[in-house]
């Protein structure tokens, strides 16, 4: 039986990461994964290719605005098959990448479905056969797989989850999308960008249900200007599949039902944590509400055992995921490694515009009691946006009074998901709006818009 010091089932943005720092800590390490390639979700099937789309999405529509700057480029069309052909392009690229650095680290990846066996134990299971093998330390990154509706199975042709969204052969001519977080806005701004008339329905009375309201209500308007039909506080109560599309009745909170036809339906209303036949009863680890409980550093109540990413409560993030496995990797070396900071993830919805937070929305912020200063500034008076037609959206920052410490933001428009990076540093730090002010940023750039709100966070705004 081989045996190593650690090993990791799963090997995504958490599984993979956590292997590569194992090793360079000087673990012999084994990561288990069902796919040949390793990547997850994420660089397979989600935020890779999802990206890929959303870059051509957004590029076809700054070609819309190309004659009002002057260039003459003539009407853009969409070749979706070459449009495909980059996306996998991209991901295979990243894959062999990924594949590469473990191979350099000297990490063994073993091909097959890894299982707890208990008392230190795994079984990888392959075309092969079966295996055993020992670690003294076991890490579980198996992710996620997304939730079907009870009542709306997946059929993979009509019905569909992310997986297939992300892979048509043609733009659906009417898209049903259910589930308005920040997988479905995406995937609907997409197919929206490339010629399907797109309707979104949510349950709850807000796009992006438990962020920041303020953002929400300004990214529902931005989109439904562009031509997306979003339904709050709305069901799909049924679908049928049939030879004219997808006959589905919506219910609204209030009203009577809504029935259409939809060329397809894609359900988006969250994933599932990935935990069967991880042999987590035999091990000891316990489960509750579908996920592993962990403390800050992922180590689970079975000694030796880890978990990290989509298997844990919390964001399903592809970057807590590897925030959490190197948190572990570096615990499971015996090193004393600050855990993973629960109120500095940020979270990223890449449409147009991009929207993107971290720390605490107002809201939160009140119903804790806490005496806070709401501070704006538009991207409608930064002349880096003017220059670039972005100018929709605003930074928000959310600052306690007393000492003006940063407890949140929320940034909605050009290069959010970038901009938001400067922010989740202040939520980290727990930097102030004095200090963000008086940090010297670079003019014209996007970022100022932060250094702006910070100023008006100190009641000087300069610029607006």
């Keep these: 039986m081989r045996t190593f010091d650690i090993a990791i089932i799963g090997a995504g943005p958490g599984g993979y990461v956590a292997a ?44 819309a605005h190309a004659a009002e700057e002057g260039l003459a480029i003539g009407s853009a069309a969409v070749d979706l098959a070459a449009l495909m052909k980059r996306k996998n392009q991209v991901v295979r690229r990243l894959a062999g990448g990924v594949a590469a650095l473990l191979k350099k680290n000297g990490v063994a990846y073993i091909n097959g479905k890894g299982a707890l066996l208990g008392g230190g134990r795994l079984q990888v299971t392959s ?17 996620s797989t997304p939730s079907a509706l009870p009542h709306v199975p997946f059929d993979g042709v009509s019905i569909v989850s992310s997986d297939e969204a992300i892979a048509f052969d ?30 979104i329905v949510e349950l709850m009375p807000q796009v992006l249900p438990g ?14 200007q562009q031509g997306i039909r979003i339904l709050t506080q709305t069901t799909l109560a049924a679908a049928a599949a049939g030879p004219a599309g997808v006959a589905v009745k919506l219910q609204p909170a209030s009203g009577a039902a809504i029935e259409e036809t939809f060329t397809k339906v894609l359900v988006a209303v969250g994933r599932r944590a990935f935990l069967e036949g991880a042999g987590l009863e035999e091990a000891g680890v316990a489960v ?12 689970t109540n079975a000694p030796g055992i880890f978990a990290i990413g989509d298997v844990t409560p919390g964001p399903q993030l592809a970057h807590r995921a590897s925030a959490q496995g190197l948190a572990a990797a570096e615990t499971a070396a015996g090193r004393a490694v600050a855990p993973v900071n629960a109120g500095a993830v940020p979270a990223c919805t890449y449409t147009d515009p991009e929207a993107a937070s971290v720390g605490l929305t107002e809201k939160e912020a009140r119903k804790r009691g806490l005496d806070i200063t709401v501070a704006r500034f538009p991207f409608a008076a930064s002349g880096k946006a003017m220059i670039e037609r972005a100018q929709t959206g605003w930074v928000k920052l959310i600052a306690d009074r007393a000492h003006g410490q940063v407890l949140g933001a929320h940034i909605i428009g050009p290069c959010a998901t970038e901009l938001i990076a400067e922010a989740t540093l202040a939520v980290q730090l727990e930097c102030t709006c004095e200090e963000l002010a008086r940090t ?10 932060i250094a702006e709100a910070a100023h008006a966070g100190l009641g000087a705004a300069i610029h607006f």
């Design 127 to 143: 075309a092969a056969g079966k295996e055993d093998l020992g670690a003294e330390r076991i890490v579980v990154a198996t992710g």
């Design 170 to 199: 043609a733009a659906p001519e009417r898209l049903l999308v259910v589930g308005a977080g920040a997988v479905g806005l995406e995937l609907g701004f997409v197919w929206s960008r490339f010629g399907s008339k797109v309707t």
């Design 288 to 299: 509750e509400k579908g996920r592993i409980p962990v403390d800050p550093w992922g180590r």
């Design 20 to 63: 590569i720092r194992a090793a360079q800590l000087g673990l012999k390490t084994a990561l288990i994964e069902q796919s040949p390639a390793p990547g997850g979700t994420c660089l397979h099937r989600g935020c890779i290719p999802t990206k890929a789309l959303l870059h051509a999405a957004g590029l076809l529509g700054r070609l």
């Design 440 to 449: 010297v940023h670079a003019h014209p750039t996007l970022s100022e818009a």
């Design 211 to 224: 962020g920041d309201e303020e953002l929400s209500v300004e990214l529902a308007k931005a989109l439904a």
